[in-house]
T-cell receptor
């Protein structure tokens, strides 16, 4: 079946450091890939998405490229800020018998220190 | 962007009470809504998927009679936790999508505490 493997955290970085959070997937068909962010005590917010191979999603300085050859969708940011501290979830959305299905990674907690 | 409103944000009640949580898509029609449960420091656990006008599809291990889901319209789904007990205390999150491979948009969650 479809699955998402996400690096376990927590990840602790200093402000302005480079961020990579790894995400790989297994899937049949043509899923869409997403990154969501969850701030403490809140629901999930869509951060970025990519709907087909080689698409690059980007938002708020974050980027991720849908790489079919390596089945990956790694999240990157060139210079993190304290306000980026949150939990990041990689997700795969696909259709099964006409209905939407979703698989989430375990979430990676990012802590940015001043 | 797409907005999903979830209400209430926090509920504290006595054991044995039934609690209803609402999930509304404010600016789009959601053909599918999802209900999740999240335990502290863990990922989301999908409880059920509800499609407008049809019965919800529950994930394995989720009690249908305990967690009643109604998706009465394209903008509203409700989750009722019947006769709640302390072990039902958790963070419940809904999401909505207009289907296909489109993203899910999440509510802000409901913190349920059963005393």
């Amino acid at each position: 079946g479809n699955s998402v493997t996400q690096m376990e955290g927590p990840v602790t970085l200093s402000e302005e450091a480079f961020l990579t959070i790894n995400c790989t997937y297994t899937a049949t068909g043509y899923p869409s890939l997403f990154w969501y962010v969850q701030y403490p005590g809140e629901g999930l917010q869509l951060l970025l998405k990519a709907t087909k191979a080689d698409d690059k999603g980007s938002n708020k300085g974050f980027e991720a490229t849908y790489r079919k050859e390596t089945t990956s969708f790694h999240l990157e940011k060139g210079s993190v800020q304290v306000s980026d501290s949150a939990v990041y979830f990689c997700a795969l959305i696909f259709r099964l018998r006409g209905y939407q299905k979703v698989t989430f990674g375990i979430g990676t907690k990012l802590q940015v220190i001043p | 962007g797409a907005v999903v409103s979830q209400h209430p944000s926090r509920v504290i009640c006595k054991s044995g009470t039934s609690v209803k949580i609402e999930c509304r898509s404010l600016d789009f029609q959601a053909t599918t809504m999802f209900w999740y449960r999240q335990f502290p420091k863990q990922s989301l656990m999908l409880m059920a998927t509800s499609n407008e006008g049809s019965k919800a599809t529950y994930e394995q291990g989720v009690e249908k009679d305990k967690f009643l889901i109604n998706h009465a319209s394209l903008t509203l789904s409700t989750l009722t936790v019947t006769s709640a007990h302390p072990e039902d205390s958790s963070f419940y999150i809904c999401s909505a999508s207009w289907g296909g491979n489109q993203p899910q948009h999440f509510g802000d969650g409901t913190r349920l505490s059963i005393l």
